[in-house]
């Protein structure tokens, strides 16, 4: 029987949370309708007692904060570190990691910075290889890996997206565990699925990667027939360089995807194809 990472779980365990999930394709015409939150998202937002909240500021104040933020509390802007001359690097992409604790910001010298969110510490590592002459491509994408995925032991692994290729970084030790290469691409979007070891890249070649975690291969290219220039009313993919992708929050065959050409796309993968597409939005 061919492996299929998109197969339906048969685990009892695995609870329907009531949005769009089958094993048929996602129809042009269906309601594109999903919960913003799972149970787990809205019980881990609920205000914890007071002494609770004061260790939790202490321990992760980036983390903290958004908490505050999703429980109605308001929100203070105010810079919790800087880190000397490394502040001074342009920054093209970032994202904290799934415990809160660190971030990753990608910059335009092509090296990811890793620092803390704990009170008191700083730069934690500086990803990509520092040698004299040499300019490496700008980092252009960066998603940490989701740590319910538990599709391995190794904790704080980070994608990053350089040029036409992938990097899976150990953040907490700097070492490259695997590279994936797409010739004839440039690679400006990263998505991880939220519930199971896949994720996905886009870029300049306007089409849309599925890779399977564990085996690092493609499971599913989502193909774009778009010519150049701007493509409206059009469910034939993007005609132009994409910047954005994300996975819809209920559904692991569904993802969205934007750039240059004024539109948003909705993939299916079991299709392969766009199922629908919404004009309008530019996207860079």
Sequence with gaps: ????????????????????????????????????????????????????????????????????????LHLEHKVLHSFGKEAGKEALCGQLAPDGHMAAVG????????????PGTGLMHTLGDDVPGVTLACCTA?????????????????????????????????????????????IYALATCPSHPIWASAGVDRNVRVYDEGRQGVAHTLVSGGGGGMAQDSHTGHSNSVYALTWAPSDRNVLLSGGWDNTVQIWDCRTGTAVRSIFGPYIC
């Design 1 to 72: 029987m061919a492996f299929d990472p998109f197969a339906r779980p048969t685990d009892d365990s695995v609870a329907d949370d009531g949005g769009y999930e089958s094993d048929g394709p996602l129809a042009s015409s269906a309601p594109f309708v999903s919960k913003a939150l799972t149970t787990e998202e809205r019980a881990a937002m609920q205000v914890r007692g007071q002494g609770g909240e004061e260790e939790e500021r202490e321990a992760a104040p980036v983390a903290a904060a958004l908490k505050s933020q999703g429980s109605g």
């Design 107 to 118: 910059c335009r010298d092509g090296r990811v910075r890793v620092v803390s969110t704990r």
């Design 142 to 186: 960066l998603r940490w890996r989701p740590e319910q995925w538990k599709s391995s032991d190794t904790k704080n692994v980070l994608l990053v997206a350089r040029d036409d290729e992938i990097l899976h970084y150990h953040a907490t030790s700097g070492r490259v565990m695997s590279v994936v290469k797409e010739a004839d691409n440039q």
